[in-house]
């Protein structure tokens, strides 16, 4: 299927490694010119190195680095088109346990970050009527997990803005969705479970591919969802 994005501009935040890489090179397979960022210079370079793309070093979490981000794509490239907030996950923790500290980190992060970067590309988005913004959170927004009481409430809360914004953002050609991933073979996922995580793993190019799908020309119909790619593992049925 030919997803109607070659030549398109993207950014993906936090896409040093993990399921933002992921995501990168799966745009970048499909003919977008990618942006990359990532807080660790070595690792930045390895990426910009592999997709040729332009790349910054900055924490996604700072509150001027979403625009910033944005600013490089418009500067190297004179437009954007594709938006793929991310940023890592918080510690684990129950939610009896958690923090004032912990939670405003969380928040910050895991929600705030994100809503930032899309409000920076917002206005090059608008400006050609024609926009595709993913989120990479998790499959707990629809389901929370006992012990990532962070994410759960960050994420969640994240949810909550992308169903009161995408509606808003239909009338102008851009979509908004979420991709909202269960356990994939990432070094987090390997973190979480203590070094040796046990049962099936989804597989990280996998799950750029979707993303890419829903950033592509025929996912216009496609807007305000937050699409499990969690191998089942959300039961409930809304």
């Keep these: 299927m030919d997803l109607g994005i070659r030549d ?12 933002g890489l992921a995501s990168a090179r799966a745009l970048r397979g ?17 990426v910009a190195e592999e997709l040729q793309a332009p790349g910054i ?21 004179g437009r954007l088109d594709i938006v793929v907030p991310n940023a890592g996950g918080p510690p684990p923790g129950a939610a009896l346990d958690v923090t004032d500290e912990q ?15 899309v409000r920076a590309a917002l206005p090059h988005l608008e ?11 998790s499959y707990t927004v629809k389901q929370p997990a006992p012990m990532l009481a962070l994410s759960n409430v960050a994420r969640t809360g ?9 509606p808003a953002l239909a009338p102008k050609g851009i979509t908004l969705n979420m ?7 990432t070094d987090r996922m390997k973190q979480l479970a ?19 799908f829903l950033c592509s020309e025929p996912a216009g119909y496609i807007n305000g969802v937050a699409l499990n790619i969690d191998g089942g593992a959300v039961t409930g049925l809304l």
């Design 179 to 185: 991709a909202a991933p269960g356990t994939h073979a």
């Design 103 to 117: 939670l405003r980190d969380a928040f910050e992060a895991n929600c705030l970050a994100s809503i930032r970067l």
């Design 8 to 19: 398109r501009v993207a950014v993906v935040a936090a896409s040093s490694k993990g399921l």
């Design 30 to 46: 499909e003919g977008c010119h990618v942006v990359v960022c990532s807080r660790e210079e070595t690792a930045l370079q390895a």
């Design 127 to 137: 400006a050609r009527e024609w926009g595709r913004i993913c989120m990479i959170t």
């Design 57 to 77: 070093r900055l924490d996604i979490t700072e509150p001027d680095a979403p625009q910033r981000l944005v600013d490089l794509a418009v500067a190297t490239y």
């Design 194 to 212: 203590g070094g040796a995580p046990t049962g099936p793993m989804g597989d990280p190019a996998d799950f750029g591919k979707v993303v890419a």
């Design 158 to 166: 994240l949810w909550a803005w992308v169903k009161t914004a995408a």
